[in-house]
Every structure is written in C-alpha cells, then in structure tokens.
C-alpha cells in the first residue's frame, strides 16, 4: 500500500493526539467519517500504526533523570547478546535498548527518579548482568528537543 496526501495528514493527526474522534479527523480533512474510518482501519491491517499509547509526564510521576548508558558486552557471541536481551527486557528502568555499531555494543535510555536511584539500578541490576564488561553513563542536564512523531511527508 502506497500512502497519498490523506493518509499521510490523518497519521499526523494521530500522532498529535491518538484520542482524535474520526469525526474531528474528517471535518480537518474534508471527507466523511466512514472514508476516515476506513482508512484507519486499512493503516492499521498495513502496519502503519503499530499502537496507541497515552504519553506520560515523567516528572509529574518523580521520574526526572535521564540517563544514556553505553553497554559493551564481554563476549561477541550470540549467547551474550540473547541473555542481555532477555534481562534488559525485563527492566521497568530502561525506556529504549538497540544494539549499535562503533565502539559500544549497546545503547540505554534509562529513566530514574534521581541520582540515587540510578546508582542502584547500576550496581544492583545492570552491572549484575554477567555478560557486562563496560558501561559508560551520560546523565541528561537537558532536553532540548522532545518527541515520539516521526514525520510522513
């Protein structure tokens, strides 16, 4: 499935706000409700849209560290990565995981409450895991530019 101009604009709609009614989508791009639902539903089967999600406010919840963690593991095995896949899977802390290239093996985005909090994930959870042999940390003093919406144009 190709995407034309609609589809494209009814996306972007939904990734400002995915309660947006089909009614408020139609009258935004001039077609009627059930040309919008169909479309919808037609991104949905395609894999345009993986889910909906409600985004929360971190800091409101206590979470405010942001914490970037380069992991390099002891062994380039298959094995090393499958067990640190499985372990990091698990950790409520970590926000995103993906293997990289370069000098590190992996890339962390690690929410906490505070500095405390980080140092116990560190010692307690992530430098416990066996196939670990180096983790530099990069704590975020700043958000400059924060989004999920990945542009369709």
């Known amino acids: 499935m190709?995407?034309?101009?609609?589809?494209?604009?009814i996306l972007e709609l939904l990734q400002e706000d995915s309660q947006v009614t089909m009614k408020e989508i139609?009258?935004?791009i001039n077609l009627s409700v059930t040309p919008?639902?169909?479309r919808i539903r037609k991104?949905?089967?395609?894999?345009?849209?993986?889910k909906y999600v409600c985004l929360l406010n971190r800091r409101k919840l206590g979470?405010?560290?942001?914490?970037?963690?380069?992991i390099t593991l002891d062994k380039q095995k298959r094995e090393s990565f499958e067990d640190f896949?499985?372990?990091?899977?698990n950790m409520s802390e970590v926000l995103?995981?993906?293997?990289?290239?370069g000098n590190f093996d992996y890339m962390l985005k690690v929410v906490v409450e505070d500095g405390e909090a980080y140092n116990q994930f560190?010692?307690?959870?992530?430098?416990?895991?066996k196939s670990v042999l180096h983790i530099s940390s990069y704590f975020v003093i700043s958000e400059i530019k924060y989004s999920t919406g990945i542009s369709v144009r």
């Open 2 to 9: 190709s995407l034309d101009a609609t589809d494209r604009h």
């Open 122 to 129: 560190y010692q307690h959870k992530l430098s416990a895991l």
């Open 85 to 89: 896949n499985q372990a990091i899977v």
């Open 36 to 38: 919008v639902h169909d």
């Open 26 to 28: 139609a009258s935004q």
């Open 96 to 101: 995103e995981c993906s293997v990289v290239s």
């Open 43 to 50: 991104l949905e089967r395609e894999g345009y849209i993986d």
């Open 63 to 70: 979470k405010s560290l942001i914490v970037y963690c380069n």
